[in-house]
């Protein structure tokens, strides 16, 4: 089993910058594809990024691509979502999650194990 807790979400205004910081307990991370999700009220989780175990390979969803970067720090068991040029439109409740699985997806239901989320809220 994995514990995952994220941290680094705030508010900030149109334009700024986030790190987003997922830390894993229980089982290395280095067994898992990580990925990061997010929810907005009243809509329905969404995906975001995800990154393979080595950290050599990626997959973003299209309209973050050029301003998030993940990455992970085996090292440390944790995941990054780096988010520039943050825009209204990317508040949400942000999830980490692990996939034991062997090709990067975009599927929530593919994921077996969720943090609680952190919130980011981005002013216009």
């Known amino acids: 089993q994995v514990q995952l807790v994220e941290s680094g979400g705030g508010l900030v205004q149109a334009g700024a910058s986030l790190r987003l910081s997922c830390a894993a307990s229980g089982r290395a991370s280095s067994n898992y594809i990580m990925g990061w999700f997010r929810q907005a009220p009243w809509k329905e989780r969404e995906f975001v990024a995800c990154?393979?175990?080595?950290?050599?390979?990626?997959y973003y969803t299209d309209s973050v691509k050029g301003r998030f970067t993940i990455s992970r720090d085996n090292a440390k068991n944790t995941a990054y979502l780096q988010m520039n040029s943050l825009k209204p439109e990317d508040t949400a409740v942000y999830y980490c999650a692990v996939d034991s699985g062997v090709i990067l997806r975009s599927t929530t239901t593919t994921y077996d194990y969720w943090g609680q989320g952190t919130q980011v809220t981005v002013s216009s």
């Open positions: 990154i393979g175990r080595s950290g050599r390979t990626t």
